[in-house]
């Protein structure tokens, strides 16, 4: 087992290193920046005024026929804002000092434009199975634009078994984990009520999960944020220091901590931009599932909706947790990952950033347990259809109780790889079709937007 998990650590470190997905990503980023003009800015205004113009947290509900636009981005976010917006954040800080934080914020500017390439993709391959059900995802966008299902199956094994089953056992692990230590609450104990709840919301279909995520989302953000919020009101002296932390340690990572970091320029970008883009998943093929059920007249409708995702995740969610660190003064050169946001919580809000934390942990692992289940009971149908839903849910509900129990060193390694693989065949298809996007967006501004302004 101990040379299994060296291997996957020593391909884990090329795949997400500076040679390999890091440049991928960012570089297809950069391109659909270029190629759609700046997109995220351009329509950044319009963007956010589809995604909350009609917030509401009672929307009409979900069916075989689909989600509502926010329900999916919802959806989407639910799988975006997870253990990695409370220990990412602090891990890419602890191992590559503040100026990851500048990394993060890089990667996640040109993730906005690969975003709305995949949400777009996902709205124009999307289909209906002859159960009348609206399905989509990269799976349906490689095996009909790119007319390859080879690489489509590969795809949908890779992301079922990345984030359906392996990546909700990290999730659980994580909640379990956060009660444990806050409460001392029993791990099986926390394990199994988080499966029969997931269960009941499983089984109850896209109706029940966009029920509850259009709620939980908005509700977990802002209660997250809030008591954030608190903290830098309180501490409000030190935020301008932390911005300069972030821009100097960006090029000098050791002098923007007076060498209690000893990190390198290399390794500020490298988990940086990775732990940024492993948590806002711009690329990574997972959220076009939720962006192809929603009901919209334009693909790039959606593809404008999926950019607010992005920018909930990072520049809100994710930059609470880093800026709570740096002005709590939490950074000590030991601590790393969940342990050092609640040491800066618990800094920040006394005896009780302990439970503040464990609890939104709880909602933003719980949250991201139906996103990456959605997502992969998307590539179930794919696969072999409805037939195979209920073992497929049976199976997720088993991953869960197990994930809260188990030691999950290799299991945390084998989620980072399987995460990888699957961006690959995604990458491939999001390049190989970018006409479609841009002719989607090209469309838009011509009719969309002049049909929405004589209305």
């Not at 500020?268 to 076009?288: C, D, K, Q, W």
């Not at 030991?334 to 920040?348: E, N, V």
């Not at 079709?433 to 967006?441: D, H, I, P």
């Amino acid at each position: 087992m101990d040379q299994l998990t060296a291997v996957i650590v020593k391909a884990n470190s090329f795949i997400w290193g500076l040679y390999c997905l890091i440049p991928l990503l960012c570089g297809t980023g950069l391109y659909f920046t270029l190629r759609l003009n700046f997109v995220q800015l351009r329509k950044f205004g319009l963007a956010f005024k589809y995604t909350f113009g009609k917030l509401t947290l009672f929307g009409e509900r979900a069916g075989k026929e689909g989600m509502s636009s926010f329900q999916a981005l919802a959806t989407a976010v639910a799988a975006q804002v997870g253990t990695g917006n409370l220990a990412g954040a602090a891990t890419a800080i602890a191992m590559g000092g503040p100026g990851a934080i500048f990394w993060m914020w890089i990667a996640a500017f040109f993730g906005m434009a690969t975003i709305f390439a995949e949400a777009v993709l996902a709205q124009v391959y999307k289909e209906k199975m002859p159960s009348g059900d609206v399905v989509g995802g990269p799976a349906y966008y490689i095996s009909n634009g790119l007319k390859s299902r080879s690489l489509a199956v590969f795809f949908s094994v890779a992301i079922i078994i990345a984030l359906g089953f392996i990546g909700n056992m990290v999730q659980s692990n994580s909640i379990a984990d956060a009660f444990n230590n806050a409460f001392g609450t029993n791990r099986l104990l926390v394990g199994v009520v988080i499966a029969a709840v997931g269960g009941f919301v499983f089984f109850g279909g896209v109706g029940r999960i966009a029920s509850l995520t259009e709620k939980i989302v908005p509700i977990m953000a802002i209660g997250y944020l809030l008591g954030g919020l608190y903290i830098l009101v309180v501490n409000a002296s030190q935020i301008a220091p932390a911005f300069a932390m972030i821009f100097e340690g960006a090029f000098n990572p050791a002098a923007a901590t007076g060498g209690i970091i000893g990190a390198t320029m290399k390794e500020a970008i490298r988990y940086g931009v990775a732990r940024g883009l492993f948590s806002n998943e711009a690329g990574m093929g997972s959220t076009p599932h939720a962006h192809a059920v929603a009901k919209v007249k334009q693909p790039a409708e959606q593809g404008f909706v999926a950019i607010m995702g992005v920018f909930v995740d990072t520049f809100l969610v994710l930059n609470m947790t880093a800026f709570v660190i740096f002005v709590t003064g939490a950074i000590d050169g030991k601590t790393s990952g969940i342990a050092l946001t609640q040491k800066a919580f618990t800094t920040g809000l006394g005896s009780f950033g302990l439970p503040f934390v464990a609890i939104c942990m709880l909602f933003f692992a719980f949250s991201t347990i139906i996103g990456w289940y959605f997502f992969g009971e998307q590539n179930v149908k794919f696969l072999v259809g409805n037939k195979g839903l209920t073992p497929y849910r049976v199976a997720v509900m088993i991953f869960v109780v197990l994930g809260s129990v188990l030691k999950l060193n290799l299991v945390w390694e084998l989620a980072d790889f399987f995460n990888g693989i699957m961006v690959f065949p995604n990458l491939i298809a999001l390049i190989g079709l970018s006409k479609v996007v841009n002719e989607a967006l090209n469309h838009f501004d011509e009719n969309g937007r002049l049909k929405a302004e004589t209305k």
